[in-house]
């Protein structure tokens, strides 16, 4: 019983965490390696407005999302979009950028055990005899709603519909009067984000620090990967298979192997089936 | 103010020189001889001499370091800009070869002038082999499992607790002296360096270029692609774990800190601050890089800001690097011309 449920937390915050990634990679065929550094990021905005400026916590948080998404606009705006379909200098600019605002953050003095955010609701309950938080059950609830409200957008509304349709195929796309610039800019703003939203959520479980974007960076790709990259159905499903073998492998081997398992599960499905579990329709292009 | 006003390009004819010193009628004139063999005879010498003019061990360590990031370099853009291969995994190299030959020192008692053939040999067997199922791949792929690859051996020797965990391996033998110390990597450099020049200029070469710029037509050619990635992986992880073994000497300690994402990225950086494709900018781009990041040490991890930054600024604005720019300004005239 404890594993099913701190499984389908796991699940769901591995979810979270990829789901920007998969966006920016769908729409713009980006591997965006800032990813992790925007959800550091996002975090210790929130902090800031918070702490600093004195803010209510939901103003803060949906400033700290807005000034994300910028950020992340921007980034794309300004350097990335000079680089766009050269794959070795996409990943080295998106890296470069994601390791300085990084490594600017831990030289800023962010970090130590002093910057949390507050729990939305505090205490905890118990569900068939395991104790959980009722941030842990916020987490699962927004997670499920997140993924419901992002599938309606992309399926209802004209700029999901366009992001849908850059991600099929771009140059159909453009004959269609998308503009194509503008909608991988919406998309990585958007992916910066999902990518706030899943800080904000998961944050108050811990505390902010920088070492976190380097992990939510592999986890994320490690769910993009195995679900096959640029499928946000198959991101999902892959958040729940390593969401949940990741409990196991901590319950039943120990804590060290947690990062072990997206690792693994990375080499071993680029190893067995590079187009990933639902990444079907690329599969010919990426085998020689 | 009148070149805002019309239009200009930039015109660039040829030096009469080199024209002449393409040919064999370079062997005509010492002045075309010199011309041709003036930049190399720098580069070596140069190289050679460092050691001397250095003025403390400090600074000799610094440049044993250069040329382990200069190894590495040299290994991404063979495999980048010849092979199309790109690889992020420097840390991956360095940390295989270096725990071999720490293992083969400390319990073989083998000395460090055997650890280190043996170290690259088979450091570059064991990366060769784990590389291998991912070498039919495509894209970003190949780049992403070598990112892995020391993430996933860093955790599992720590898991596992084997090879001395996370306190590593120590007691590692040091070099005879100083100047075996230096020497045996400069060298070391040179001979890849000039190695891998000449080797892309080869049959073997020629083969790779076109794995990398049109794979189907290779195979249409009844090569194989996958055979000749394998070679390629092997050469440039040899010369990344011949790094790590060398590291391993230097500093008498095997740790988990040779898998850290510098080796990944230095290398990089390096490479397209020098110039990519052009073997030799690499290793340039190392002796700009590590000694401005040991001249930044003192501003703590602000240094790795920096160096993104520049990396970054270079990709954008000046992705061809420094020795493509200065090659076409000893090559070339320019002048500003009316269109």
Sequence with gaps: MQILIYGTINSVALALYSLGFAMVYGVSRLPNFAHGALYVVSGFITWTLLNSLGLNYAVSIILAMIATGIIGALIYQFVLIRVRGMEISEIMASYAIGLAILEGLRWGGFKGMTYTLPAFIEGSTEIAGVPVDYQRLLVVGIGAAVVALLWLFTHYTRIGLALRGMAQDERAAMMLGIDSDLMAVAAMGFGSMLAALAAILLLPLGNIVVEAGYNVLILAIAVCIVGGLGSWMGAVIAAFLIGFAQILTVVYLGAHYQMVVALLAIILTLILKPSGLFGRQKELEERV | ?339
């Excluded at chain 2, 280190?116 to 791949?137: K, Q, S, Y």
């Excluded at chain 2, 790779?208 to 194989?224: E, L, P, T």
């Excluded at chain 2, 601050?273 to 002796?287: D, E, H, R, W």
Aim: with cysteine.
């Design chain 2, 1 to 339: 103010m009148t070149k805002n006003l019309e239009k200009h390009r930039k015109e660039r004819l040829d030096r009469g020189i080199k024209v002449r010193s393409d040919s064999l009628y370079a062997l005509m004139s010492w002045r075309e001889l010199s011309y041709l063999v003036l930049p190399r005879l720098v580069l070596i010498v140069g190289m050679l001499i460092l050691p001397l003019v250095m003025p403390s061990m400090y600074w000799q360590r610094v440049i044993s370091n250069v040329c382990i990031y200069a190894l590495l370099a040299l290994s991404f853009d063979f495999l980048a800009h010849f092979v199309g291969l790109v690889s992020l995994g420097g840390a991956f190299f360095i940390g295989t070869g270096g725990y071999i030959a720490a293992i083969l020192n400390t319990s073989f008692g083998l000395p460090p002038l055997l650890t280190i053939p043996l170290a690259t040999v088979f450091g570059a067997f064991f990366c060769t082999i784990l590389l291998l199922p991912c070498l039919p791949l495509r894209g970003v792929y190949f780049a992403i499992v070598t990112l892995m690859y020391p993430l996933l051996l860093t955790r599992v020797i720590e898991a596992l607790d084997i090879l001395g965990g996370t306190d590593g391996v120590l007691g590692v033998e040091s070099f005879l002296n100083r100047w075996m110390e230096q020497y045996v990597i400069i060298m070391m450099v040179l001979l890849f360096l000039f190695g891998v020049r000449r080797l892309v200029i080869k049959d073997i070469g020629l083969v790779f270029r076109a794995v990398k710029d049109n794979d189907q037509a290779v195979r249409a050619s009844g090569i194989s692609i996958t055979y000749y990635k394998t070679i390629a992986v092997f050469i440039a992880s040899s010369m990344g774990c011949l790094g790590g073994a060398y590291l391993v000497h230097l500093y008498m300690w095997a740790g988990l800190s040779m898998f850290a994402l510098d080796f990944s990225i230095l290398p990089i950086a390096a490479t397209v601050i020098g110039g990519s494709g052009t073997l030799v900018g690499p290793v340039l781009g190392a002796f700009i890089l590590v000694p401005i990041s040991e001249l930044l040490r003192a501003f703590g991890t602000l240094r790795i800001v920096f160096y993104a930054l520049i990396l970054l600024a270079f990709i954008i604005f000046r992705s061809e690097g420094i020795l493509v720019y200065s090659q076409r300004k000893y090559h070339q005239f320019e002048k500003w011309v009316k269109v």
